[in-house]
Antibody, heavy 123, light 107 residues
Framework: EVQLVESGGGLVQPGGSLRLSCAASGFTFSSYEMNWVRQAPGKGLEWVSYISSSGSTIYYADSVKGRFTISRDNAKNSLYLQMNSLRAEDTAVYYC????????????????WGKGTTVTVSS | DIQMTQSPSSLSASVGDRVTITCRASQGISNSLAWYQQKPGKAPKLLLYAASRLESGVPSRFSGSGSGTDYTLTISSLQPEDFATYYCQQYYSTPGTFGQGTKVEIK
């Protein structure tokens, strides 16, 4: 079964840091581009970041550029999101999502999603 | 960034109804459009991509159409399990942007 499982969310103070992880199984992780997408409480979906299958191409939303870092470890079938200088507006459910496009150079649609991990930024 | 505008924001419908949701892009996106379904407390689920290509396992009552800047998701006969929020997403350019969502509620 194709599966993505996020972890690492929690409560953090403004200015703090968190590292999210996403464990992939049931498919050849190293062949797929990956994304992080978030959803603030009661709000819509917001794409956050993309990484190509090798990790050589990375994109970020303007809202997180310079504060968040996406990375992957293909040997461990894992995707990561290092989040620094967190703000209240970063409070959201963070989803790990597999990219279904196959271009390996830009983000596309997302065909497999994890259940999400909740990040709350509050003092 | 390309802006995606969905309409309506919400609708009420009955089981068996035909439902249409529209998504308009702020510029042409060459059919680089996906539709997702999200139920409360759950992750989004891909329904269609490339504007009209049905994702594997998705019932054929879901269909998509459109071109240029205007796209449509149609549910031909609404079923109880279809009550959810639907999002469009363009992936013509990065950042891929989502519509604000359309909540389909029971009438």
């Amino acid at each position: 079964e194709v599966q993505l499982v996020e972890s690492g969310g929690g409560l953090v103070q403004p200015g703090g840091s968190l590292r999210l992880s996403c464990a992939a199984s049931g498919f050849t992780f190293s062949s797929y581009e990956m994304n992080w997408v978030r959803q603030a409480p009661g709000k819509g979906l917001e794409w956050v970041s993309y990484i190509s299958s090798s990790g050589s191409t990375i994109y970020y939303a303007d809202s997180v550029k310079g504060r968040f870092t996406i990375s992957r470890d293909n040997a461990k079938n894992s995707l990561y999101l290092q989040m620094n200088s967190l703000r209240a507006e970063d409070t959201a459910v963070y989803y790990c999502a597999r990219d279904g496009g196959g271009s390996d150079i830009f983000a596309s649609y997302m065909d497999v999603w994890g259940k999400g991990t909740t990040v709350t930024v509050s003092s | 960034d390309i802006q995606m505008t969905q309409s309506p924001s919400s609708l009420s419908a009955s089981v068996g109804d035909r439902v249409t949701i529209t998504c308009r892009a702020s510029q042409g996106i060459s059919n680089s459009l996906a539709w997702y379904q999200q139920k409360p407390g759950k992750a989004p689920k891909l329904l269609l991509y490339a504007a009209s290509r049905l994702e594997s396992g998705v019932p054929s009552r879901f269909s998509g159409s459109g071109s240029g800047t205007d796209y449509t998701l149609t549910i031909s006969s609404l079923q109880p399990e279809d009550f959810a929020t639907y999002y469009c997403q363009q992936y013509y350019s990065t950042p891929g942007t989502f519509g604000q969502g359309t909540k389909v509620e029971i009438k």
